[in-house]
Nanobody, 117 residues
Framework: VQLQASGGGLVQAGGSLRLSCTASTSTFSRYSMGWYRQAPGKQRELVAAFSRGGDINYLDSVKGRFTLSRDNAKNSVYLQMNSLKSEDTAVYYC????????????WGQGTQVTVSS
């Protein structure tokens, strides 16, 4: 599976962005999708992701501000980001993990999100 992410950009604090990720696979529904981010000098961290059971796990600092959703008909996953803060500045990566094969874990190319204060 290949992942194509889009939607990053420069936004002022308090603003919103919507990230999109489209997967090139005929078995999209069999993947747990999510978003991670990596800020300069920091480790990559989970922002939001679907569990195998369909629950959504969010990073504590984005709860109530970010919303993860998916559209299986469009092979896409979205991250709506509201009330953005400067600390949300990072490269955001789309991730696809097979629900049935733990060895299948794919990453998109990353999209830059910059929040100016």
């Amino acid at each position: 599976v290949q992942l194509q992410a889009s939607g990053g950009g420069l936004v002022q604090a308090g603003g919103s962005l919507r990230l999109s990720c489209t997967a090139s696979t005929s078995t999209f529904s069999r993947y747990s999708m999510g978003w991670y981010r990596q800020a300069p000098g920091k480790q990559r961290e989970l922002v939001a992701a679907f569990s195998r059971g369909g629950d959504i796990n969010y990073l504590d600092s984005v709860k109530g501000r970010f919303t993860l959703s998916r559209d299986n008909a469009k092979n896409s996953v979205y991250l709506q980001m509201n009330s953005l803060k400067s600390e949300d500045t990072a490269v955001y990566y789309c991730n696809a993990r097979s629900m049935f094969n733990p060895n299948v874990n794919k990453w998109g190319q990353g999209t830059q999100v910059t929040v100016s204060s």
